[in-house]
């Protein structure tokens, strides 16, 4: 019986020092539906992804237009994080006995965010979970607030217009932070099972090993709760 067991951990980190005088980022690839793309920002992690997001009070309640019930969006990109994971972690294992052989590869990668463009453009189309979420009606936005100018009051009654289509195609849709989404990700990467044929058996064949194996690869992926359209990778 032999147990053979490995473990790594990979950490990288890139930081943007210089792009050319006078620039301080640059997009290296930029949605062209709304705003989000990956930059390369002086003094940040690289690559790094930024969007348009939400208006927010001090306790992150998303600010909406009492006029429209729709929320408020700022004018500036947000930092959203890096899209390449700063951590990874590797664990294989193998199992042999008499012949027969088990072994099993595993990684978890974690500390970045990706951005699900399929579930876009499913909202526009009105095929996603969430342009259903409120059977197509108009709703009031769950933890939403109304900015008086001296305080923020929740907003318990305004709701959205045009609930039914165009709040989800032309307000929903359009806010990048809707769809940048953790990349956490741990996969079961590969399964292996193999037996060596004994020697007595092949050696009239003129062989000195014979294996007989199945493999399986990706067979199982476990993401974030928030992640549930796909695969980051």
Do not use: C
């Not at 019986?1 to 951990?9: M, V």
């Not at 705003?35 to 009070?57: C, F, H, L, T, W």
């Not at 609930?163 to 399964?191: H, S």
């Amino acid at each position: 019986f032999k147990w053979d067991l490995n473990f790594n951990y990979t950490h990288n980190s890139t930081i943007v020092n210089e792009i050319y005088e006078g620039l301080d980022e640059i997009a290296v690839a930029a949605q062209t539906e709304i705003p989000v793309g990956i930059y390369a920002v002086v003094g940040e992690e690289y690559p790094q992804m930024k969007s348009n997001v939400y208006e927010r009070d001090p306790q992150g309640r998303i600010v909406i237009d009492p006029a429209t019930g729709w929320p408020k969006v700022l004018d500036n990109q947000a930092f959203m994080g890096r899209t390449t994971p700063p951590h990874i972690y590797g664990l294989s294992s193998t199992l042999s006995y008499k012949g027969f052989s088990v072994s099993a590869t595993f990684d978890y990668r974690t500390g970045h965010v990706y951005y699900e463009q399929g579930s876009q453009q499913m909202e526009f189309t009105g095929r996603s979970l969430a342009s259903v979420s409120a059977n197509r009606q108009d709703f009031v936005i769950p933890n939403s607030v109304i900015d008086t100018g001296t305080e923020y009051i929740p907003n318990t009654n305004i709701q959205v217009q045009n609930g039914r289509q165009t709040y989800w195609t032309d307000v929903y849709n359009a806010v990048g932070e809707n769809y940048v989404k953790d990349a956490t990700a741990l996969k079961f990467r590969e399964l292996s099972v193999s037996y060596d044929i004994p020697k007595k058996y092949i050696q009239k064949l003129s062989l000195n090993k014979v294996t007989i194996g199945f493999i399986g690869r990706n067979l199982m992926t476990w993401l974030p709760e928030e992640n549930s359209f796909a695969d980051p990778e």
